[in-house]
């Protein structure tokens, strides 16, 4: 099982387990209890690596071994005793009890080494306290517990591999609950995707730096600071020069924070968090035993910050604070700009910050509106970009990022706006990596952008009024539709509008020309058949023979990089570099975006990096490995897993059958084809019945008269059988009785035909040859990336065909036409009045009629 697999197993499971308690509450047990085998498994494995054998630590790793103990706290910061590691627990089986737990995590509380303290104390706080929530007995209270660790204990976490898919699972389970947790979400999380674009925007501006400390002031979970740590990673060689300083006010979120960050490998040496307000207790850190000795500003490489939306706060004697002086105080009923001068009080002179915001900060009045202009006139913003609604958890407000730097090169804003590039997912809507990654790239090269992005001058910001609303600098709405009223009284379609397409018109120079005629100002549609004068242009040929031999180089480079080197790739490092050279094909390629190859090739390799970590830990032979299938039935009012069949661990069953399986395959769909054809004979057969024939063999029919009753058939045919005049009615009978046989025995047969198709699909993959292996392996990763982006040509060429269909229908009737045919109906209805008789009233009635068509009266 891949990490994206055993992940949403988990979820799926945990979601189960949880029956009434608040998916709030309930992250902080199965996250709790994650951490603490993370500790576990990470002290068992220190002593493995320092010479102690399995029985060693059974019988020395305990509180009376002094020696032991130290040694354990002074490498790991905490000591946690045989008896109270989470594998024990999982050993003793029915034995164990929630006092298990409690005890454990009483202990560790009181081992944890003095130099650890800030990491560690009080990090299992909330899941102590709410242990008792979990059933309101002991017994309750175990049975919740030991489902939980029998869950969590599926979870590898042996190796770099296993710590990364133990970091996926983590924050796939805090997104998981966020978007179950309503309101209450905004409290610990930021949405994946948003936090990936924050932590690409800073790793930008900071690549080079061969140190770098980061910062969040109201952390949650610790998601963004720890995505913005990987993203700066793929630019340093040594990534534990990354320090880590966060901050959060409630407890248990602040837990949250430290465990999630102790558990992506960050050393604890680099990891600075503390529990408190940061409006009213903010930095200067030091430790309180040596407040000069310890002393520190803090000013940061980068600070980044997902604060609670227009949170009220207490300004009273904050003038002098040195994080507003410069710039006022927020107004009591919003902090948003509270947070914001925070920040960027903490930002260094060469340093970066990206806050969310509501997107009112941009436009509102009074004390937020006179930093917005002193933050403008100090040079301190860098851009600003407005995000889709409905992307946050628990809110739908429209919100933006905003970035800010103590020094900047030119006084230019960049405005972005990005609200129209998402994709909705349930509730909420998403950016996708097409998306970020256009949204990074023109923040980096600081491009306009047609109706997406604009550097504004900061002689245009004051001139209107320090107001940064997006609309007021990109306009990204929709062209709205007009029409041309010569072609509409007369027809043709207008050259002005044919014109909107000359970049078509450049790269097929001979398409305009094979679709339309007429000189001057509008012209004519040369045959209707639009689709196949485009599809069947010399041009258009040209240019998708071209795309595709451009991009066979590419789908050469895939094989080279992920099958080739599939067992020594850097995942993350082969991922830049390819999407790197997708962009670098695109940029003599006209018409289509790169973008959208960009997404197609990211959403494939999202898959494709499950399988490598997979294959990397595990070898080659992975490939070859197939694993039971596990579904959850209902047995006895009791959920249970159970065996349906196999499945491959790499290789899907459906894909192997269609390389090397597929005249098994296709025997057993023609037999299923043969199969749902028989209800549509058998309904023929019912409806070529009279009512009186159906009333004659009623007992061969059910009670609606619409399917026959097998077990009657042969009755009802001995009674009729005598009569010659029911020969046809024998003859139905007989077709549907072979119908009914041949249905039960295909529905034999397929079931024999998949079983042994199933079993055939196992032998297969577990009996690959090297080569054969290679090729399923190029079928699953890269053909879809290859067929996909193959097809942007064909879709821009479909999207023309509907552009062109829709302008020549625009035009096709013109108002003359239709006067013409309201004309001649008059006509036509005045000559049908003219023709009846009635009496005196009626004939005056019918010959006003006339007069308002307009038609000649008679007098009577």
């Known amino acids: ?169 983590y924050e796939y389970l805090i997104s998981n609950f966020a978007s179950n947790a309503g309101k209450k979400a905004g409290e610990f999380y930021t949405p994946h995707e948003v936090s990936i674009l924050m932590s690409e925007i800073v790793a930008n501006h900071l690549k080079g730096q061969s140190e770098i400390k980061i910062y969040d002031p109201t952390s949650g979970s610790g998601s963004l600071l720890i995505n913005i740590g990987r993203s700066i990673s793929k630019y340093m060689n040594d990534p534990n020069r990354i320090r880590y300083y966060a901050q959060e006010l409630k407890s248990n979120t602040y837990n949250l924070t430290r465990m999630n960050l102790v558990m992506r490998g960050i050393l604890p040496d680099n990891i600075i968090v503390r529990n408190a307000d940061t409006l009213e207790d903010d930095w200067p850190f030091f430790d309180d035993s040596d407040k000069a000795g310890t002393y520190d500003p803090l000013y940061l490489d980068a600070v980044v910050s997902n604060p609670p939306y227009s949170q009220r706060w207490n300004p009273e004697g904050k003038e002098n604070d040195p994080r507003y002086a410069d710039y006022g105080l927020a107004p009591q009923s919003k902090a948003d700009y509270a947070f914001l001068l925070h920040d960027l009080f903490h930002v260094k002179p060469g340093g970066i910050m990206a806050i969310v915001l509501p997107h009112g900060v941009l436009f509102r009045g009074g004390e937020e509106g006179q930093i917005r202009k002193r933050l403008i006139e100090k040079n301190k913003i860098d851009a600003i970009i407005g995000l889709p609604a409905n992307i946050f958890y628990g809110t739908g407000i429209p919100t933006i990022i905003m970035v800010l730097k103590q020094k900047r090169e030119d006084t230019n804003v960049l405005i972005i706006d990005a609200s129209k590039g998402f994709i909705k997912e349930g509730k909420n809507n998403k950016l996708r990596a097409s998306d970020i990654k256009r949204i990074v790239d023109v923040i980096v090269s600081r491009k306009d952008v047609d109706k997406f992005s604009r550097n504004v001058s900061r002689e245009e910001i004051r001139s209107n009024d320090y107001n940064l609303n997006i609309p007021r600098y990109v306009d990204s709405s929709e062209k709205t539709e007009t029409y041309d009223i010569y072609a509409s009284m007369f027809g043709g379609i207008p050259e002005n509008e044919l014109s909107d397409f000359q970049q078509y018109w450049d790269v097929f120079p001979t398409l305009k020309n094979a679709l339309f005629e007429g000189e001057g100002k509008y012209k004519n549609l040369r045959d209707k058949d639009i689709k196949h004068i485009i599809h069947e242009n010399a041009d258009v040929q040209a240019f998708i023979d071209q795309f595709k031999h451009s991009f066979s180089d590419f789908e050469n480079e895939l094989d080279d990089v992920l099958i080739n080197q599939v067992e020594i790739l850097s995942i993350p490092k082969t991922e830049d570099l390819l999407a790197k050279d997708l962009f670098a094909k695109f940029e003599n390629v006209p018409l289509l975006d790169a973008y959208e190859a960009y997404e197609i090739f990211e959403n494939q390799y999202q898959k494709i990096e499950g399988d490598l970590e997979l294959i990397q830990a595990e070898g080659k032979q992975a490939i070859r490995v197939v694993d039971p299938n596990m579904v959850v039935k209902k047995k006895k009012d009791r959920e249970v897993e159970i065996q349906e069949g196999w499945k491959g661990h790499v290789l899907p069953f459906d894909l192997i059958q269609n390389l090397y399986l597929k005249e098994e395959l296709q025997s057993l769909k023609d037999k299923q084809d043969e199969l749902s054809s028989i209800p549509s004979q058998l309904e023929d057969l019912i409806d070529a019945l009279s009512e009186d024939d159906k009333d004659t063999i009623s007992e061969a029919l059910n009670e609606t008269n619409d399917a026959f009753v097998d077990k009657n058939i042969s009755k009802v045919i001995k009674s009729i059988s005598t009569d010659p005049e029911s020969k046809p009615l024998v003859e139905v009978l007989q077709k549907a009785s072979k119908l009914n046989k041949q249905e039960k025995a295909l529905k034999k047969e397929i079931k024999q035909d998949e079983d042994t198709l199933h079993l055939e699909t196992k032998n297969t993959i577990e009996s690959l040859t090297d080569e054969q292996l290679l090729i399923a392996l190029k079928a699953k990763w890269i053909t879809p990336i290859i067929d996909n982006i193959n097809s942007l040509p064909i879709t821009m060429i479909d999207n023309l065909t509907k552009e062109m269909n829709t302008l020549a229908d625009k035009y096709a009737v013109t108002l003359n036409d239709i006067g013409n045919d309201i004309r001649k109906t008059e006509k036509e209805l005045i000559s049908m009045l003219q023709d009846l008789t009635g009496s005196e009233e009626d004939m005056k009635g019918i010959n006003e009629f006339i007069r308002i068509l307009g038609g000649d009266t008679h007098e009577y």
């Open 1 to 169: 099982m891949n990490k994206q697999q055993l992940a949403a197993k988990i979820w799926e499971s945990a979601n189960r387990m949880r029956s009434k308690i608040e998916a709030n509450e309930y992250k902080d047990y199965i996250l709790g209890f994650i951490f603490y085998k993370f500790l576990s498994e990470k002290e068992y494995h220190w002593l493995l690596n320092n010479d102690y054998e399995p029985e060693d630590i059974k019988n020395y790793v305990n509180e009376d071994d002094l020696e032991t103990l130290k040694n354990v706290q002074q490498s790991l910061g905490y000591f946690i005793a045989y008896e109270n590691l989470f594998s024990t627990w999982i050993k003793i089986g029915s034995d164990f009890s929630i006092d298990n737990v409690r005890i454990a995590l009483s202990s560790f509380k009181r081992l944890i080494s003095p130099s650890h303290k800030k990491v560690f104390d009080g990090i299992f706080e909330t899941l102590e306290t709410g242990l008792s929530k979990l059933g309101t007995t002991t017994r309750e209270q175990t049975k919740s517990v030991s489902d939980l660790i029998a869950l969590i204990n599926e979870i590898p976490m042996n190796n770099k591999q296993d710590y990364d898919t133990l970091g996926f699972i």
